[in-house]
């Protein structure tokens, strides 16, 4: 491999940032400037000599801009071989100029679409010229140094005083992987645009372009945010990865404000705490606690501590180490009570001063600001891989209203045990299948989750309230007179008798099984009012 001193650099960037400071490093080491438009212009201004591509092509640019730099000059300096004899020759027969150096950004594609700009605007913004260079340098990395992201100037800066004047393969090979990736990323932007956005909201009409949640191809791209000590178990690696244009703000842009690092397990968690405590956005206060991605006390008060205390009392055994969520600012006699438990994460739209006071004294205690809640109904897609593929399917999104309910029993349930209901089914979407949740006055009494049967769903759950009530000395367990949700239907009778057994009053499901009437006649049998919602919400 021949080695190429860094004579000559063509910059053309839409983002700015750096490169006044670059072209002057560059010029100090004695490397040609060429540049295009706004970018040559940013450069005299910093006061330094630029020559025009269109001095280089000898051909104007034209079209807005659109061509300048498609052009044999350009891209036979970037693509020639100058270690093979025949490209040699061909550059000196049509007076082609080695380009040793591109800096290049692309058109703001991403940020035009995501500040919902205008069709022609977003068209506009599909750089053609920028990923054409960008591909032709990182092909020729035996010869060429490719730069895409001026996070990486420094370091290009430092190859050139190792290398005298040049740089290593090494850092070329890792520089052209990186902006081969861009280049994906920016297309699988633009495709999305098209699939996603441009194909549902053109004036053709979804129809004529046969528009579909899923398409053909499905170009995903996402970019490193970290990498984490270890994934579920310390022989596994991970990494967390965020999308290139973010939508629903959640976990990964939450402002970490102390503690030790997120861990695979603390960030997906979290997630699963944060989502759950979205569905109380702008309601009164609610707590969530989360162990495993299973939600383990849920609860809604007047005040933010006394939310606390209901989520905490439905299972505290389980919280001990646990991840808690709430849906409004965190204040400092709320911090004082979850500091008094080991806790690994706390997240909240917003940490109150006083509350990160106390929280300071707990050094290792992950504390999190979100910001706004992400939309619980927002829409999306859920992916996971499998052996030999990746399944996607819509986000569940669904949501059922009072409207939608079918009263099947003799008794139609109370006011309050329609609210009961209503609380435990938004807390049973959350948690794994087969899902029971007992819920009373805002607060579950008892979780039953992830079980291969139902009925063993609703007896833990059951065992999990007689618990608490020990604990706390009350004379019953909570799920008397709580409703129960399940997140399907009953396939059998017994998983609503195990309900009635522990106490439960009313009871919310989809319906919907071949034993409904079974299932109905054990609840008018045990005097509990029963609604169907006709929607399941299995979490595998």
Not at 12 to 40: H, P
Not at 115 to 139: C, H, L, Q, T
Not at 214 to 238: C, I, W
Not at 322 to 330: D, K, W
Request: proline share 4%; hydrophobic share 45%.
């Amino acid at each position: 491999m021949v080695e190429t001193t860094i004579k000559r650099a063509l910059l053309s960037v839409s983002d700015k940032t750096g490169l006044a400071d670059l072209g002057k490093a560059l010029a100090a080491r004695g490397v040609e400037l060429v540049s295009t438009g706004g970018t040559a212009r940013a450069l005299r201004e910093a006061g330094l000599e630029v020559r025009d591509v269109s001095d280089l092509t000898g051909f104007p640019e034209m079209m807005d801009g659109r061509v300048k730099t498609l052009h044999p000059k350009v891209h036979g300096g970037l693509l020639a071989l100058r270690d093979n004899d025949e490209h040699v020759a061909a550059m000196e027969t049509h007076e082609i100029g080695a380009i040793d150096l591109v800096v290049v950004n692309l058109y703001p594609f991403e940020a035009t679409v995501a500040k919902g700009a205008e069709r022609a605007e977003i068209i506009e913004n599909i750089d053609i010229g920028g990923p054409s260079m960008v591909r032709s340098a990182a092909k020729n990395h035996g010869f060429v140094t490719i730069m895409t992201d001026a996070a990486d100037y420094p370091e290009l800066l430092e190859e050139l005083d190792a290398n005298h004047g040049a740089t290593s393969h090494a850092f070329r090979i890792r520089m052209a992987g990186k902006a081969y990736a861009r280049t994906a990323a920016y297309d699988a932007a633009i495709a999305n645009w098209f699939a996603f956005g441009d194909a549902f909201t053109n004036p053709l009409g979804a129809e004529a372009l046969k528009a579909t949640p899923f398409v053909e191809t499905m170009p995903l791209a996402f970019k490193r945010e970290d990498v984490l000590r270890y994934g579920e178990n310390p022989h596994q690696s991970a990494a967390i990865y965020v999308p290139q244009v973010t939508g629903a703000q959640g976990v990964p842009q939450a402002e970490q404000l102390q503690g030790k690092a997120l861990s695979y397990n603390n960030l997906n968690d979290a997630d699963a705490a944060l989502e759950l405590a979205a569905e109380f956005a702008g309601g009164d206060p609610a707590v969530v606690i989360v162990k495993h991605a299973n939600p383990c006390g849920v609860a809604q008060a007047s005040s933010l501590h006394d939310a606390w205390q209901g989520a905490l009392q439905c299972d505290s055994v389980s919280a001990f180490g646990g991840i808690v969520a709430v849906n409004t600012e965190l204040d400092g006699a709320t911090a004082e009570a979850i500091a008094s438990i080991f806790t690994e994460v706390i997240i909240a739209p917003k940490i109150s001063a006083e509350a990160r006071a106390i929280f300071a004294k707990k050094k290792n205690l992950r504390v999190l600001e979100c910001g706004d809640l992400p939309d619980p109904r927002r829409g999306g897609f859920f992916m996971k891989t499998i052996a030999g593929g990746m399944l996607i399917q819509g986000r569940d999104n669904g949501a059922v209203a009072e409207a939608d309910l079918k009263v099947v029993t003799k008794r139609e349930p109370t006011a309050q045990e329609l609210k009961d209901c209503f609380f435990a089914w938004t807390v049973a979407r959350h948690v794994k299948s087969n899902a029971i949740v007992y819920a009373k006055d805002g607060a579950t009494s008892g979780i039953g989750a992830g079980q291969m049967n139902r009925r063993d769903s609703a007896r833990i759950a059951a065992i999990k309230a007689k618990e608490a009530a020990e604990t706390y000395e009350w004379a019953e367990p909570k799920t008397v007179g709580s409703a129960v949700a399940s997140d399907a239907f009953f396939p059998f009778a017994d998983g609503l008798i195990a309900a009635a057994e522990a106490g439960a009053s009313a009871v919310i499901q989809p319906g919907g099984s071949i034993r409904d009437e079974e299932v109905i006649a054990a609840a008018d049998e045990a005097g509990l009012a029963m609604v169907f919602t006709g929607m399941r919400h299995f979490r595998h």
